[in-house]
């Protein structure tokens, strides 16, 4: 294919074509939105990808020059459109301040004895902490009538949690009442589920000790701590709250008795933590557009789609990300393309519709992060509900059936409401093949949690998220372009449009009733 150069493409872009005001023109009643998801076509979406997904834009890693390609084509994109910037002073970035985590320096003592990071413990953040108490919660659990938490005050406190589940003295587990343990004792659940446990009593921190994963979290230490692709994470200058991952010895230190004593209590025990993180800030942004409401302007649907990949290898190769998530981005593109010639033709959404390309996904969803818990465009309260794109454009390989297919994750999680919405929507439109099988609670590759939607979700936001699962190209050099297939990005981003439009023009904003 013929190469256009980045700086001609968004001088082109650029040029805006006269747009009709959003007040020349007469609101109208259309039978179907079938007429603007037909310009949702595989030519435009194949000539946005290969220019997003090609060499130029040198895989798009967060705060590196490629991202700043990527969101310069993306707002060149929507002035083009004539699509408002979400914010109010009228720029499309929403600045997200990162910083890239270098290493932590400092010291851990435990009544005057001192343990060594990365030995010892293992810490990913700052901690400045002295207390001559800490609680002892001995499994860290609460479920049902079992509760460790139980006469305790643990606000603002520091808490000692162990692996594992208790035991009857049949050796059945207590939470279950046979041989079979809970998700509380598993792997890869664990220590998930204990934290947010322990954060929504208050916590100030949190001492894990478990013996089953302190050497994986080692590994990974060792590895952010010896590597150029170190951990990021959101500048701030408060530590809301800390964990602190424990081996044997420093664990013993704590509490002599940790292996056999499972009842919840304080100990008396000096502990003074003074570790600091050395940082250096990056450069990085979300675009956010908008599209205006004509009847509920201040009900918003937000459709999502992460703008960034994992960049350059080592070796010098470039992971283009076409499909992940190259393709969601332009889907989003098109979408917000299809929405605008509604609003032209006197169509405008009842509710406001905000595209929104996030940031730092790769890095740890940070970009929708740094909107949800900081700095949200339009008010959570008021955000209907979210759609989210990542990864539309190829085939699972692995998967047997229908080729038309999408994976469909979280529609059921919140709002019986969206879930049937989407079910119909389907049917009436586009009849693709829906596959929930990573809707599953007991899904071992946890999709839920692994995506910008999350950060809606966790909010009590409604969310769909649209997935068509890995391949041998995930994360590798070899997701091209040229991989895709456009047919299926066509229908399932049609189908997105589709479903926004349902959501976005309903008399009753989607319930949540989960």
């Not at 740094?370 to 085939?395: H, W």
Request: aromatic share 10%; net charge negative; glycine share 6%.
């Amino acid at each position: 294919m013929k190469k256009v150069t980045f700086a001609a493409l968004v001088l082109l872009m650029s040029c805006n074509t006269t747009q009709k005001s959003m007040d020349s023109v007469k609101q109208k009643v259309v039978t179907s939105p079938s007429t603007y998801a037909e310009t949702i076509t595989e030519e435009e979406l194949k000539t946005h990808l290969y220019t997003y997904a090609s060499d130029e834009f040198e895989g798009r890693e967060t705060g590196k020059i490629g991202q700043k390609k990527a969101v310069a084509y993306i707002k060149a994109h929507y002035e083009k459109l004539g699509i408002a910037a979400a914010k109010s002073d009228g720029d499309y970035f929403q600045k997200v301040p990162l910083v890239i985590n270098k290493g932590i320096i400092g010291s851990l003592t435990i009544n005057d004895q001192r343990f060594t990071i990365g030995e010892d413990f293992i810490c990913l953040s700052g901690v400045q902490n002295n207390v001559d108490q800490i609680v002892y919660l001995g499994y860290g659990i609460e479920d049902g009538e079992y509760s460790d938490y139980k006469g305790l005050d643990v606000t603002e406190k520091i808490v000692l949690i162990k692996e594992g589940e208790p035991k009857n003295e049949d050796g059945t587990f207590k939470l279950s009442g046979n041989s079979t343990a809970s998700d509380w004792s598993n792997r890869s659940e664990e220590i998930g589920l204990k934290r947010r446990l322990a954060l929504e009593k208050g916590v100030k921190g949190i001492l894990f000790y478990n013996k089953d994963s302190y050497t994986m979290i080692q590994s990974f230490y060792n590895r952010m701590k010896d590597s150029n692709s170190r951990q990021i994470s959101i500048k701030t200058d408060e530590i809301k709250n800390f964990e602190i991952f424990l081996n044997t010895s420093l664990a013993k230190a704590l509490y002599k008795n940790i292996d056999t004593d499972n009842t919840p209590k304080l100990i008396d025990v000096k502990l003074s933590a003074n570790l600091e993180m050395m940082t250096d800030n990056i450069d990085s942004e979300n675009v956010a557009a908008i599209i205006k409401g004509a009847e509920k302007p201040d009900e918003y649907l937000v459709i999502s789609s992460h703008l960034d990949h994992i960049g350059i290898n080592e070796d010098g190769q470039i992971n283009n990300g076409a499909d992940d998530d190259g393709s969601g981005t332009v889907a989003l593109l098109e979408i917000a393309e299809a929405f605008k010639k509604a609003t032209q033709e006197g169509n405008r959404p009842k509710r406001s519709i905000l595209f929104l390309h996030v940031t730092g996904e790769e890095k740890g969803l940070l970009g929708s992060q740094y909107y949800t818990d900081y700095e949200p465009i339009v008010p959570l309260e008021n955000t209907v509900a979210n759609l989210n794109i990542d990864m539309i454009g190829r085939i699972d390989p692995d998967r047997k059936g229908e080729r038309n297919y999408i994976y469909l994750i979280g529609s059921d999680k919140l709002s019986t409401e969206l879930h049937n919405l989407s079910e119909e929507v389907n049917k009436k439109y586009t009849n693709i093949e829906f596959d929930y099988t990573f809707n599953d609670e007991n899904d071992p590759n946890r999709f839920y949690y692994r995506s910008d939607h999350y950060n809606f979700a966790k909010n009590n936001i409604p969310i769909i998220f649209y997935f068509n699962g890995t391949h041998a190209d995930y994360h590798k050099p070899s997701d091209t372009p040229d991989k895709i297939n456009y047919d299926l990005l066509r229908n399932r981003s049609q189908l997105i449009f589709y479903t926004a439009w349902e959501v976005a023009n309903r008399d009753l904003r989607i319930s949540v009733d989960k």
